[in-house]
């Protein structure tokens, strides 16, 4: 079946700007994760959606940084004011339900370059 | 917090040579370790995962990792590495409390070459 998507594959933007950053997770999973990996790093926790409502976004870095998953399926991460800092790759994973248990899938990621 | 350590950054060996591939955790209560490898090119992907009972895991294309509680350690293992194995090893865990997600260490590059 089809795994976890996210589009686009690869983003430039210029500093201050805004950008959206949209996971499709594995049909019928409730639970959705967003990451973020810069270069030579780990992946780092953002936020943690059980359904439609984010259930941990302790990992969100500022105000800056907000996502959405409004009908318990796609969810989209939006940046607001992009900094070069920001740069990185964001991952999205989906689990079958939430909690610790459960293995996470995770897409291809998109690349976020801010110039 | 929890907190996962992997101290070799980078490691080369030779196709047929033994690998081990350390990883420490910090968490105050029960923990659930996985390791993740994402080969060039691709997403990252699950090799193995422990939650309970035998302390060795076995997990896909002939990888283990061993659960030594008394040392905080789940050290990923191969007996006889191929070039195929070439790819980027991430340790990673939960607990049983707090956070749902996954933390994960720095990874460790490995390069085998033929």
């Known amino acids: 079946g089809a795994g976890v998507s996210q589009t686009p594959s690869n983003k430039v933007t210029e500093k201050g700007k805004y950008v959206e950053l949209r996971c499709d997770p594995i049909?019928?999973?409730?639970?959705l994760y967003w990451y973020r990996q810069s270069l030579g790093q780990g992946p780092e926790f953002l936020i943690y959606?059980?359904?439609?409502?984010?259930?941990?976004d302790s990992g969100l870095p500022n105000d800056r940084f907000f996502a959405v998953r409004p009908e318990g399926s796609v969810s989209t991460l939006k940046i607001q004011r992009t900094e070069r800092g920001d740069s990185a790759v964001y991952l999205c994973?989906?689990?079958?339900?939430?909690?610790?248990?459960?293995?996470?899938?995770f897409g291809p990621g998109t690349r976020l370059t801010v110039l | 917090a929890q907190s996962v350590s992997q101290h070799n950054h980078h490691v080369i060996l030779s196709e047929a040579a033994s690998l081990e591939l350390g990883c420490n955790y910090s968490?105050?209560?029960?923990?659930?370790l996985f390791w993740y490898v994402q080969y060039p090119g691709q997403h990252l992907q699950l090799l193995l995962k422990?939650?309970?009972?035998?302390?060795l895991v076995k997990g896909i294309k002939g990888f283990e990792a061993e659960f030594i509680k008394s040392k905080f350690s789940f050290n990923l293992r191969k007996p006889s590495v191929q070039w195929s194995d070439t790819a980027e090893y991430f340790c990673?865990?939960?607990?049983?409390?707090?956070?749902?997600?996954?933390?994960f260490g720095s990874g460790t590059r490995l390069q085998v070459q033929p």
């Open positions: 968490y105050g209560g029960t923990v659930n």
């Open positions: 959606f059980q359904g439609t409502g984010a259930a941990d």
């Open positions: 994973a989906s689990s079958r339900q939430g909690g610790s248990y459960n293995e996470q899938f």
């Open positions: 422990y939650f309970s009972g035998d302390p």
């Open positions: 049909s019928g999973h409730t639970a």
């Open positions: 990673a865990v939960t607990g049983d409390t707090g956070r749902r997600a996954l933390t």
